[in-house]
Nanobody, 123 residues
Framework: QAQLVESGGGLVQPGGSLRLSCAASGFNLDYYAIGWFRQAPGKEREAVSCINSGAGNTYYIDSVKGRFTISRDNAKNTVYLQMNSLKPEDTAVYYC????????????????WGQGTQVTVSS
């Protein structure tokens, strides 16, 4: 059974950093794109970043470009999201999910959603 488990969230001050992990089990991460998403209270879930299988092309929404970096370690079956220069508006529950390829605008194409990890950016 395919499963993704997020970890690494927490409370951080504005300008700080966190690294989220998305650990996969039950399937081979090599063959899937993995996306990171977030949902703030009262808002819809939005795509944040995605990394393809194979060449590992990466994609980001404009608001996190230059601050977030997505990467994958297939040997560890894990995808990471390094988040730097965090802002209060980054506060949300962060989720990872898999898809055949990265298309940030098509959240419905992703499956095997994890349970999420809370990121709170506050002084």
């Amino acid at each position: 059974q395919a499963q993704l488990v997020e970890s690494g969230g927490g409370l951080v001050q504005p300008g700080g950093s966190l690294r989220l992990s998305c650990a996969a089990s039950g399937f081979n991460l090599d063959y899937y794109a993995i996306g990171w998403f977030r949902q703030a209270p009262g808002k819809e879930r939005e795509a944040v970043s995605c990394i393809n299988s194979g060449a590992g092309n990466t994609y980001y929404i404009d608001s996190v470009k230059g601050r977030f970096t997505i990467s994958r370690d297939n040997a560890k079956n894990t995808v990471y999201l390094q988040m730097n220069s965090l802002k209060p508006e980054d506060t949300a529950v962060y989720y990872c999910a898999r898809a055949a390829w990265c298309r940030l605008s098509r959240i419905y194409e992703y499956d095997s959603w994890g349970q999420g990890t809370q990121v709170t950016v506050s002084s």
